[in-house]
Nanobody, 119 residues
Framework: QVQLVQSGGGLVQAGGSLRLACHAFGRTFDTHMMGWFRQAPGRVQDFVASVTWSGGSTNYADSVKGRFTLSGDNAKDTVYLQMNNLKPEEPAVYYC????????????WGQGTQVTVSS
């Protein structure tokens, strides 16, 4: 069983930066892919970024490439999403998630954290 606990988020001005953290309880990094998603009010959930620790493969949505960086600290079982140059259209609830590398479905989700961007 994997439990994900998120921290970070909050209010930032457009162009500013925030860092989200996702702590994974239960050894996950060597068997799971970690992902970040976001959902704005009235919109579908969007993929933001993901990482496969075993292979070091990181993927980003086109809309965040060059501005968001996903990193991790294996010793702390924590992944981070550094978000720079946030845009006014990016406020949403951000979720971290985990899935087995062999699976296509994210089975474990964090509680979500609100990111608000003021223009």
């Amino acid at each position: 069983q994997v439990q994900l606990v998120q921290s970070g988020g909050g209010l930032v001005q457009a162009g500013g930066s925030l860092r989200l953290a996702c702590h994974a309880f239960g050894r996950t990094f060597d068997t799971h892919m970690m992902g970040w998603f976001r959902q704005a009010p009235g919109r579908v959930q969007d993929f933001v970024a993901s990482v496969t620790w075993s292979g070091g493969s990181t993927n980003y949505a086109d809309s965040v490439k060059g501005r968001f960086t996903l990193s991790g600290d294996n010793a702390k079982d924590t992944v981070y999403l550094q978000m720079n140059n946030l845009k006014p259209e990016e406020p949403a609830v951000y979720y971290c998630a985990a899935r087995l590398i062999s699976s296509t479905e994210y089975a474990f989700w964090g509680q979500g954290t609100q990111v608000t961007v003021s223009s």
